[in-house]
T-cell receptor
Framework: AQSVAQPEDQVNVAEGNPLTVKCTYS??????LFWYVQYPNRGLQFLLK??????LVKGSYGFEAEFNKSQTSFHLKKPSALVSDSALYFC?????????????FGQGTTLQVKP | DAGVIQSPRHEVTEMGQEVTLRCKPI?????LFWYRQTMMRGLELLIY????????DSGMPEDRFSAKMPNASFSTLKIQPSEPRDSAVYFC???????????FGDGTRLSIL
């Protein structure tokens, strides 16, 4: 069965420092992977996706993610964190069984960037 | 494009009442999803449609919940009768294809007293 794990409930980082939000996945076949961000009282917003191609994917707001097949990971990164990056981040993998549009989401990681 | 539009944004009602949540997906998107988000259970997929047809409703909690998509531009999620444990934020999302990102509305915050 497909699954996604975000091992950290919360990540704290100082403004200007690099940040990493971790995600590991388990799928049969090639994964379609996504990162979303959720700000308070808002819906999830798409950040970036990996379907095929380069292992380093660049997305919105300066975020990027590195796909690592051997470690089954898709960690979200940013070279220099901003206070405004503080939000809830979700990793998701597409359920490839039955060619559906269904996404399986991780439990979310709260990112706190301190000034 | 206006994005996914949900109404109402907030709903407070007493247990036993019928609740109807509404969603207008992005035009041209073939997939529509209903999610529920709570602190305890996180983000849960309730049901999704492809071309107005329900594909997977395995996440619907029980018979009190029902969802319809009468046309490509409108969907409803209904709870009847409502219970306090249904209190959550309900999100609607749409996507143009199965391997494309889902676009979320800003949700309906539902409180059942």
């Amino acid at each position: 069965a497909q699954s996604v794990a975000q091992p950290e409930d919360q990540v704290n980082v100082a403004e200007g420092n690099p940040l990493t939000v971790k995600c590991t996945y388990s799928v049969s076949g090639n994964p379609y992977l996504f990162w979303y961000v959720q700000y308070p009282n808002r819906g999830l917003q798409f950040l970036l996706k990996y379907i095929t191609g380069d292992n380093l994917v660049k997305g919105s707001y300066g975020f990027e993610a590195e796909f690592n097949k051997s470690q089954t990971s898709f960690h979200l990164k940013k070279p220099s964190a901003l206070v405004s990056d503080s939000a809830l981040y979700f990793c998701a993998v597409r359920d490839v069984s039955g060619n559906t549009g269904k996404l399986i989401f991780g439990q979310g990681t709260t990112l706190q960037v301190k000034p | 494009d206006a994005g996914v539009i949900q109404s109402p944004r907030h709903e407070v009602t007493e247990m036993g009442q019928e609740v109807t949540l509404r969603c207008k997906p992005i035009s041209g998107h073939d997939y529509l999803f209903w999610y529920r988000q709570t602190m305890m259970r996180g983000l849960e997929l309730l049901i999704y449609f492809n071309n107005n047809v329900p594909i997977d409703d395995s996440g619907m909690p029980e018979d009190r919940f029902s969802a319809k998509m009468p046309n490509a531009s409108f969907s409803t999620l209904k709870i009847q009768p409502s219970e306090p444990r249904d209190s959550a934020v309900y999100f609607c999302a749409s996507s143009p294809a199965g391997n494309q990102p889902q676009h979320f509305g800003d949700g309906t915050r539902l409180s059942i007293l």
